[in-house]
């Protein structure tokens, strides 16, 4: 796998969450997500200022494959949407950290970012969760 | 269960493909990107490892055809008698005596055997339902689990496999023609909506040919994009857009029935004939998503005539929108609505294919 950018807290869920200067807390999809998923297709948005709970669905991503939930990482209310993804959804593919971002949340309670994995504890949980889909071996 | 490897496997593994269990065998579901793979074969040529199939040898005991095509008179609902010459192929479906479908194959008339190819998912089926008509004729059945498949589709596919492999004479055949060479054939044939060939050759020269071709800037392609490119052409996928209790009727192939010569009586003949009369209830049809969303088999789909379901949909990046194959009412046409995760969508009834000759066939 890849390396981690070690400055971003990680969902069990494989949603990255990056607290920015201003507060906002920046949602994606990690790089291991994004090669499960293969080819992104659509990503379904959430809205402005929608309210979005920690662990609850708050977009969908179409790829190639299937339909998949995004969680929230943390509450609060949606504050950017990422519009490039409507014309260019193989952003989340290309560049998952950066020009594929989803969402800013404002977020409620910060410190639920500290109930996140860090980057060498959600290494670990991808390389488990690869062994459970037998290994790379015809996975 | 181990899964059954092709003479590829190794140079699927060292391109880095993901590989996937298809039908008990290891195959690669994608190298890279999909969608990539699938625009590579629309705009230039593109390779498959389709070994999985299952290749099987029909020929009288003593020598000769005649057997052998009385067996598949019987066995196919096509007719093999329109084969009037060695090297053309056809294709058709094995029906059951109920007229449900138990695979779609191609055969090939070669000039000493008639060659059929089938499915890999119905391997043991359709071996024991040739093995078990056969024992009327004097004819030998023998699986060639000794030969490799490779496809190479795609507008610039028999030019670039003539250059790699110097085998000219596949640029003139027609559509459906194969020609022999030594242990080679090579077929005007595939499952893509694009000009292109397939290549049965022994497993041991398998590797050479594919990076050769490869060398040849030939990309290899996945069963992502297979599934992709096939849809788009409407070519149905046996197991999901018919099954042995569709008929071919109930499933866009009622052009693969030869009703003449009336007296050919092939298995499952009577029950189309009682279907064909009463009309069946259900047909299999195309399906064009107007929003954004990408429709998957088992979707429900309602129409003014009833509701139907989606047996294979996908996202057509050759179209930029979802479609799919539904089996519907028969009198569906028109607008539809699909509910994709739970939420009604609009969709237009379309006849399949979407896509035809390196264009789309609906706006």
């Known amino acids: 796998m890849n390396e981690l950018p070690g400055e971003l807290a990680y969902a069990p869920t494989h949603e990255w969450a990056r607290l920015d200067d201003d507060g906002r807390v920046v949602v994606g999809i990690s790089d291991y997500a994004q090669e499960q998923l293969g080819d992104v297709v659509y990503v379904e948005l959430p809205e402005l200022d929608q309210d979005v709970a920690a662990a609850e669905e708050s977009a969908v991503v179409e790829s190639v494959k299937a339909a998949s939930d995004i969680y929230a990482p943390v509450s609060g209310t949606v504050v950017a949407l990422n519009d490039a993804l409507a014309d260019a959804p193989e952003l989340v593919n290309e560049d998952p950290y950066g020009r594929g971002w989803f969402f800013a949340i404002e977020p409620s309670d910060p410190s639920q970012l500290e109930d996140l994995l860090d980057a060498s504890a959600y290494s670990e949980h991808c390389e488990s969760a690869a062994q459970d889909d037998g290994g790379d071996e015809d996975a | ?363």
């Open chain 2, 1 to 363: 269960m181990a899964l059954r490897r092709t003479p590829l496997h190794a140079l699927h593994r060292s391109a880095g493909a993901v590989m996937i269990d298809f039908a008990g065998w290891s195959m690669p579901l994608r190298y890279g990107s999909q969608i990539e793979e699938h625009h590579a074969v629309r705009a230039d040529a593109g390779m498959f490892d389709v070994s999985h199939m299952t290749i099987i040898d029909v020929r009288d005991a003593r020598g000769g055809n005649g057997h052998a095509q009385a067996l598949l008179r019987q066995l196919i609902a096509n007719d093999v008698a329109r084969l009037d010459a060695p090297g053309k192929a056809l294709y058709g479906t094995l029906l059951n005596e109920s007229g449900g479908i138990v695979d779609d194959v191609i055969a090939y008339r070669l000039q000493d055997r008639f060659r059929v190819v089938a499915n890999a998912s119905t391997r043991e089926r359709v071996l024991s339902w040739c093995t078990r008509w056969a024992a009327d004729f004097a004819v030998a059945v023998e699986e060639r689990p000794d030969l490799a498949m490779v496809a190479i589709q795609g507008p610039a596919a028999v030019q670039r496999f003539v250059a790699a492999t110097g085998h000219s004479g596949a640029a003139a055949l027609q559509r459906f023609q194969a020609l022999t060479a030594d242990t080679w054939m090579i077929a005007r044939t595939g499952y893509t909506g694009e000009d292109g060939l397939e290549v049965l050759a022994p497993g041991a020269d398998a590797a050479a040919l594919w990076q050769r071709l490869a060398e040849g800037g030939v990309r290899p392609i996945g069963f992502g994009a297979r599934d992709t490119l096939r849809l788009e052409a409407g070519l149905n996928l046996y197991g999901h857009d018919m099954d042995e209790t569709t008929s071919p009727l109930e499933s866009n192939l009622g052009w693969t029935v030869a009703w003449t010569p009336k007296e050919r009586a092939f298995i499952g003949r009577d029950a189309l004939e009682a279907q064909r009369g009463a009309k069946p209830a259900a047909k299999l049809t195309g399906l064009a998503l107007t929003q954004r969303g990408v429709m998957r088999r088992g979707m429900r789909v309602a129409t003014a005539a009833g509701d139907g379901v989606i047996t294979s949909g996908a996202f057509a990046p050759s179209l930029g929108c979802s479609v799919a194959l539904a089996r519907v009412p028969r009198g569906a046409a028109g607008d539809a609505q699909v509910t994709v995760r739970g939420e009604p969508k609009p969709a237009r009834l379309l006849r399949p294919p979407f896509w035809r000759d390196g264009a789309r066939t609906f706006e």
